[in-house]
């Protein structure tokens, strides 16, 4: 059997390598913000709508929609005036260790 290092003894000095703790946290953000984004494209695309007819519905371009679609958003509005576009709502939750509480939704009119 081979013998690989335990995941303690070996990530400070990955994190390290890496730019330390805030550079791994920046990064992870930066990869669920892509994943985020991929999921919404996939909802637009199984709803039949081009970005263009999203863009329209949201009153932006479509190269916004692609920036929001490639995880590059900047506010929880532009999420949340996406997903109302494809006819859903955000929600927002606060998590505390084990507890949830979902927040109200939004709702926006805004451009």
Known sequence: MTNFPKWS????DI???SGGEE???EARRRN?????GRRL???????GL???????LMGVTKGRISQIEHGDVSTVEAIARYVQALG??????AVFGDDQYILGGTDTDAA
Request: aromatic fraction near 2%.
């Open 15 to 17: 994190v390290a390598a």
């Open 50 to 56: 081009s970005q263009t007819e999203v863009a329209d």
């Open 88 to 93: 859903g709502r955000l929600q927002v939750s």
């Open 9 to 12: 003894d070996v990530r400070a």
């Open 32 to 36: 669920q913000t892509y994943i985020d």
């Open 41 to 47: 494209a996939e909802r637009r695309r199984s709803l």
């Open 23 to 25: 550079a791994v946290a």
